[in-house]
């Protein structure tokens, strides 16, 4: 698969009720980009952002806003109210329950995305990190903060566990990223449309380029997130808000979940009394993983 342009689309979040966000990966064709296995795109908007507690196995879920606020809690007892610029990283390791709320009225523009975490980790405790200066590197015609792993000359501090990046990139004009020729990325055309190599990305789309490229060349104005990677060698099965290898796995948190939803496995996220997130139903068919095509 070479070369290819993810379209967004758009997907309920939270419930009928919730707010809609432009999903780009997984994709019925790539699954991943590195470790990267979701990709949401949040507003902008006026709707508020209420997500009631919700388990995650897994994975790690990176919540980066763009414009206004997000309050996060979860089961670890963590409380931060997330503001542009920072990072919110929650490593679920093998049980997290947490909630994600918009902060008054203002308007929400933000990506959040998701990590697999390799099998050495999948099985370990749950974390969170929020990370309030993320370093920033740039040169002409570019800035960006790099939030995960490393690009050009910084390094986040945030806890990885694969070889990959996140960086969010403001561009004027045009520019030769320097990239680690291992990794596969994604560019994600926040605010407008860009060109990736010479090719015409529309706004909201992600941009694959596959693993051998030392550089890229984006050129446009605004806007843009970069994700990368080292191919991601392992099978997931995914479904909701669970990574695991097999039917089974998902079986099991599900059932954890829908047993005890406040104050089982998956903890108790204080200040929302008994409401939670209910699973869905599984489908009648064995989860398969993803395979790219
Ligand atoms: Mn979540």
Excluded: K
């Amino acid at each position: 698969m070479i070369g290819t342009t993810l379209p967004a689309r758009e997907v309920p979040l939270g419930g009928l009720r919730g707010l809609s966000v432009q999903r780009t990966l997984p994709h019925r064709q790539l699954p991943t980009i590195g470790a990267w296995c979701f990709v949401d795109h949040i507003g902008p908007t006026s709707a508020p952002m209420n997500v009631q507690p919700h388990p995650h196995i897994g994975l790690q879920t990176v919540t980066w806003p763009i414009e206004g606020r997000i309050r996060h809690r979860d089961s670890l007892g963590s409380d931060v109210v997330l503001r542009p610029g920072e990072l919110n990283l929650m490593t679920s390791g093998t049980a997290i329950s947490h909630s994600e709320l918009g902060v008054g009225a203002e308007p929400l523009h933000a990506v959040q995305l998701w990590v697999a975490l390799p099998e050495a980790r999948r099985h370990g405790v749950a974390e969170f990190e929020h990370l309030a200066d993320p370093p920033v590197t740039g040169g002409p015609g570019w800035q960006a903060t790099v939030f995960m792993g490393s690009l050009a000359d910084v390094t986040s501090p945030a806890q990885v566990h694969s070889p990959l990046v996140g960086a969010q990139i403001a561009l004027d004009g045009a520019v030769d990223l320097a990239v680690n020729p291992a990794f596969e990325h994604g560019i994600l055309a926040v605010d407008a449309p860009l060109f990736v190599d010479g090719v015409d990305v529309a706004h909201r789309d992600l941009r694959y380029v596959p693993p051998g490229a030392s550089s890229i060349r984006l050129a446009g104005q605004g806007t843009v997130m970069l994700i990368g990677g080292t191919p991601f060698a392992e099978e997931l099965v995914m479904w909701w808000n669970f990574i695991g290898r097999t039917h089974d796995d998902i079986v099991e948190a599900r059932e954890a979940w829908e047993a005890e939803p406040v104050g089982g496995r998956f903890g108790r996220v204080h200040g929302h009394g008994e409401l939670f997130v209910p699973a869905p139903p599984l489908p009648g068919v064995r989860l398969q993983p993803r395979r790219r095509r």
